[in-house]
């Protein structure tokens, strides 16, 4: 059925994905069941990187379908890259999930940026420049799951990617604008899962989202439970509630955020929450591969 023995679904990287509407999932099943597998499905070793739903879908059928591997993707870190930049690239993903998964490829590149930069700082300065290729390498000697198995010459690593180091690097990114993005980084943040569900399922416009993410979580998950309607109302509510003291000032401006919005620390927080799901990403690819 496939030229691979085993093909892993790694739930860490599933969820760059979101799940098919029911139109898309119908489209989708009737094209493979008239036409097959043209694509090929795309391998990191034996974890699937992009093919998600067509693998579930030619599994459940049994439509035979091929696998290719992308040699380019040297470290976990190139393959969410890659993924999030392919998951970028599809009309069919919503704005919502193009904000968020721009959002999530800005704190991958400043988790590589800082890691590199530490390495650097503790290099003895007369070995900064032979230092810095090692720098560019993954903690720990991470290498892809076929290193040392074929005697075929390695492909090039992927290019470094621009870093978004400002909301509008992230909406340029994500094709939104970038008071959408401080709205989805806002609604990321501060929104309970219920709210966020309601967004995904296209139930709650990204707007309202945002208003009801001021609200405390137990207030944001009642609205939730009372349904779509009410969600809507709530934020109704509580953008009206924003406009009258405006009113009453004389319609004063509300002080601006800046566009980074990042202290030092909390950066160093970001970096060291995501190697550590990077490092989760890994033992679980390693328990995988027995």
């Given at each position: 059925?496939?030229?691979?023995?085993?093909?892993?679904?790694?739930?860490?990287?599933?969820?760059?994905?979101?799940?098919?509407?029911?139109?898309?999932?119908?489209?989708?099943?009737?094209?493979?069941?008239?036409?097959?597998?043209?694509?090929?499905?795309?391998?990191?070793?034996?974890?699937?990187?992009?093919?998600?739903?067509?693998?579930r879908l030619c599994t459940k059928h049994g439509i035979p379908f091929r696998t290719v591997q992308n040699p380019?993707?040297?470290?976990?870190?190139?393959?969410?890259?890659?993924?999030?930049?392919?998951?970028?690239?599809?009309?069919?993903?919503?704005?919502?999930?193009?904000?968020?998964?721009?959002?999530?490829?800005?704190?991958?590149?400043?988790?590589?940026?800082?890691?590199?930069?530490?390495?650097?700082?503790?290099?003895?300065?007369?070995?900064?420049?032979?230092?810095a290729p090692a720098a560019a390498e993954p903690a720990g000697g991470e290498a892809p799951p076929w290193a040392g198995e074929g005697s075929a010459a390695p492909a090039a690593a992927l290019p470094e990617p621009k870093p978004l180091d400002s909301r509008e690097a992230v909406a340029k990114a994500?094709?939104?604008?970038?008071?959408?993005?401080?709205?989805?980084?806002?609604?990321?943040?501060?929104?309970?899962?219920?709210?966020?569900?309601?967004?995904?399922?296209?139930?709650?416009?990204?707007?309202?989202?945002?208003?009801?993410a001021t609200l405390p979580a137990e207030e944001q998950a009642a609205a939730a439970q009372a349904g779509a309607d009410e969600l809507k109302q709530v934020a109704k509510r509580v953008r009206e509630a924003k406009r009258k003291p405006k009113a009453e000032e004389g319609g004063e401006a509300p002080e601006a955020q800046p566009a980074g919005g990042d202290t030092l620390e909390s950066l160093r927080q970001r970096v060291a929450a995501l190697e550590a799901e990077n490092a989760e990403l890994r033992r679980q690819l390693a328990a995988l591969g027995g």
């Open positions: 059925m496939s030229d691979t023995p085993t093909i892993v679904i790694h739930e860490g990287l599933q969820a760059y994905i979101d799940p098919l509407r029911p139109e898309e999932e119908e489209a989708l099943e009737a094209s493979l069941l008239a036409e097959g597998c043209r694509e090929a499905l795309v391998l990191w070793g034996e974890v699937l990187v992009d093919g998600h739903n067509r693998h380019r993707l040297k470290t976990l870190e190139d393959v969410q890259l890659w993924m999030i930049d392919q998951q970028l690239g599809r009309r069919s993903v919503s704005n919502f999930q193009r904000g968020v998964l721009a959002l999530r490829k800005r704190e991958l590149l400043e988790a590589r940026r800082a890691a590199r930069m530490a390495a650097l700082a503790e290099a003895p300065s007369a070995a900064v420049e032979a230092a994500a094709r939104l604008s970038s008071a959408q993005v401080q709205m989805i980084e806002k609604i990321h943040q501060q929104a309970t899962p219920e709210v966020v569900a309601a967004v995904r399922a296209g139930t709650l416009s990204i707007n309202a989202a945002a208003a009801v």
